[in-house]
């Protein structure tokens, strides 16, 4: 990566904090207006205009996002048994080229949950993560091909308060386990398919959850980029934000050379970095 390279995505970094940091803030005021009574999240979110059409002017400018097709499918459970855990699968078109995709849960405070870019030559064809889901909500998934094409495949997750959900260990735990890494492979039936998942211990706190003796809020602190390699060779990289779940894991496709060890490297918003290579990987 080339110096300039880095100092776009350092640029790019604080931006995104900035713009996370600022959406937090507003989120915590709305959250103090009084709830409506009698109406059941259903008729709520019936009721609430949505934010996408702001969402993808925003993201997208006036470029058109083609609908209704292979390229690009999302799976995700209609009513997420743990709100704070939502399990979200992307798969794509090996055909299409994919190289950038970028996953939306449009009534989150902080909507983009991440976006992912893929290396040439890595034949991505999957992709599987866990998220935050705030509110009943569509979550959108637009992919970008070699050629420039934006496509776009939404669901409709029912789940509320993920974003706020306290984390499932102890601050002490957390801080004791921070950016520790462990990679699975998996078999597939297809020779030239490869599948493996990355998973990293990190409490990827969103800055919404309450500490549970003090009640005061913990501070954002989260993953915000990812870079995995295999055998040297870029696979794809990522740029988070708070939506992605505690202890952040990667399930994923590939079609590329399988030789060679995994490397990961993973920074977060206090600029701490996690690196690891796997030389030996379990199945």
Not at 12 to 23: D, E, G, M, P, Q
Not at 130 to 154: C, I, M, P, S
Not at 156 to 174: M, Y
Request: proline share 6%; aromatic share 6%.
């Amino acid at each position: 990566m080339t110096s300039i390279d880095t100092a776009r995505r350092q640029t790019a970094r604080k931006t995104a904090i900035a713009l996370i940091s600022s959406a937090l803030a507003l989120f915590a005021v709305a959250s103090q207006a009084p709830a409506e009574t009698g109406l059941s999240p259903e008729e709520k979110a019936a009721q609430t205009d949505s934010a996408w059409p702001d969402l993808k002017s925003e993201l997208f400018g006036d470029k058109t996002l083609i609908e209704n097709t292979a390229t690009i499918a999302i799976d995700a459970p209609k009513r997420a048994t743990d709100p704070a855990v939502v399990p979200v699968k992307l798969t794509f078109d090996p055909k299409m080229q994919v190289r950038k995709v970028t996953l939306v849960i449009d009534e989150n405070p902080s909507p983009v949950a991440a976006t992912f870019a893929f290396a040439d030559g890595a034949k991505i064809s999957q992709l599987s993560t866990r998220v935050r889901v705030n509110a009943y909500t569509n979550v959108h998934a637009v992919a970008e091909t070699a050629d420039g094409k934006l496509y776009v495949t939404k669901t409709f997750v029912k789940a509320a308060g993920g974003c706020a959900a306290p984390a499932s260990k102890d601050p002490e735990t957390a801080s004791r386990e921070m950016g520790k890494m462990k990679m699975r492979v998996f078999k597939t039936d297809d020779p030239g398919v490869h599948e493996a998942q990355l998973m990293i211990r990190h409490p990827n706190n969103s800055g919404l959850q309450k500490d549970q003796v003090t009640l005061l809020y913990i501070p954002a602190h989260f993953i915000t980029d990812l870079e995995l390699d295999k055998g040297g060779k870029p696979l794809f990289t990522m740029t988070g934000g708070i939506s992605i779940s505690e202890d952040p894991s990667f399930r994923f496709r590939y079609g590329a050379d399988d030789t060679g060890p995994f490397h990961a490297k993973a920074t977060d918003t206090e600029n701490m970095v996690f690196e690891k290579s796997f030389d030996n990987v379990q199945s």
